[in-house]
């Protein structure tokens, strides 16, 4: 059983910042063999990948789109993954989704929303000009 959970979302103006958090509930083995992906959806456009990383170690990819303004962290005693987000614009606004897929899972890129098996309810991120 793996349930997400995030948290952080919220209103904030252009320029701002906002953490986004996901609390993983799983077994201590289960985590440390997962990728785990930031993804959102804005109204009427398709979810786009902003961020992955594996849980065992390894470096974080992101799209060009955020690359330099978003960070993928975790903490591993808390079994979770943070999305810092900086710099942030009104075209940021959208409903942010952690993601988590494991080991032998299928597979289409760590920023395809198909490679995820598990995901989180959501968290609205609206920002102001």
């Known amino acids: 059983q793996v349930q997400l959970v995030e948290s952080g979302g919220g209103s904030v103006q252009a320029g701002g910042s906002l953490r986004l958090s996901c609390v993983v509930s799983t077994e201590a083995h289960r985590w440390n063999r997962m990728t785990m992906g930031w993804f959102r959806q804005a109204p009427g456009k398709e979810r786009e990948g902003l961020a992955s990383v594996y849980t065992g170690g390894s470096s974080a990819d992101y799209p060009d789109s955020v690359k330099g303004r978003f960070t993928i962290s975790q903490d591993n005693a808390k079994n979770t993954v943070y999305l810092q987000m900086n710099s942030l614009k009104p075209e940021d606004t959208a409903m942010y989704y952690c993601?988590?897929?494991?080991?032998?899972?299928?597979?289409?890129?760590?920023?395809?929303?198909?490679?995820?098996?598990?995901w989180g309810q959501g968290t609205q991120v609206t920002v102001s000009s």
């Open positions: 993601a988590a897929r494991e080991l032998g899972d299928s597979w289409y890129g760590d920023l395809n929303e198909r490679s995820y098996k598990y």
